[in-house]
């Protein structure tokens, strides 16, 4: 049972555009969402977070919105570079541990 | 600066063998997790520690266990590496407060043949 979905495998965006990454979750009890940024052989890192009682989080070129009615986040990149090519994870933080999406490939082309 | 250490990078293991996963923290963290990431499958929790000596299954624990002797180290260990445990995989740790973020070691890749 997958609480925490993302159901873009994949998305390609052009340099200098708006890349926006999607999240759906189940549980209404979660109340802390993150963003994960991960390359090729390399541990995940830390993007940005929210709280649920926000609606939005804004970090630089990342932005989180969350719509808890809809049981909804998403990530924006504006503008996107090709640096941020990579995968994203959403995860959302349930009691004591963080359950993760599966994760959306973002390639950003020139 | 933060810091989570995965003591190998790559691993190949034979089918049988007991495989030790160490990782290390030093930031003081209570929480410490191990993930495995399979493709289009996510990172899925195999088990996590809130203490020392305390340990708690996640989604994925057939197979595995885990030790917490030290606050900074936690162990994942493969009784009897199968082929099937093939994936790279993930220690993370995070402080005790909920609201903040866990930090990842730099991923172990195990090839089990």
């Known amino acids: 049972d997958q609480q925490v979905k993302q159901n873009s495998p994949s998305l390609s965006v052009q340099e200098g555009r708006i890349s926006i990454l999607n999240c759906d979750y189940t549980?209404?009890?979660?109340?802390?969402f993150l963003w994960y940024k991960k390359y090729p052989a390399e541990g995940p890192t830390f993007l940005i977070s929210i709280s649920s009682i926000k609606d939005k989080n804004e970090d630089g070129r990342f932005t989180v919105f969350l719509n808890k009615s809809a049981k909804h986040l998403s990530l924006h990149i504006v503008p996107s570079q090709p640096g941020d090519s990579a995968v994203y994870f959403c995860a959302a933080r349930g009691t004591d541990k963080l359950i993760f999406g599966t994760g959306t490939r973002l390639q950003v082309f020139p | 600066d933060v810091k989570v250490t995965q003591s190998s990078r790559y691993l190949v293991k034979r089918t049988g063998e007991k495989v030790f996963l160490e990782c290390v923290q030093d930031m003081d963290h209570e929480n410490m997790f191990w993930y495995r990431q399979d493709p289009g499958l996510g990172l899925r929790l195999i088990y996590f520690s809130y203490d020392v000596k305390m340990k708690e299954k996640g989604d994925i624990p057939e197979g595995y266990s885990v030790s917490r002797e030290k606050k900074e180290r936690f162990s994942l260990i493969l009784e009897s590496a199968s082929t099937n445990q093939t994936s790279m995989y993930l220690c993370?740790?995070?402080?005790?407060?909920?609201?903040?973020?866990?930090?990842f070691g730099q991923g172990t890749r195990l090839t089990v043949v």
């Open positions: 549980n209404s009890m979660f109340d802390y």
């Open positions: 993370a740790s995070s402080p005790g407060n909920l609201n903040t973020e866990a930090f």
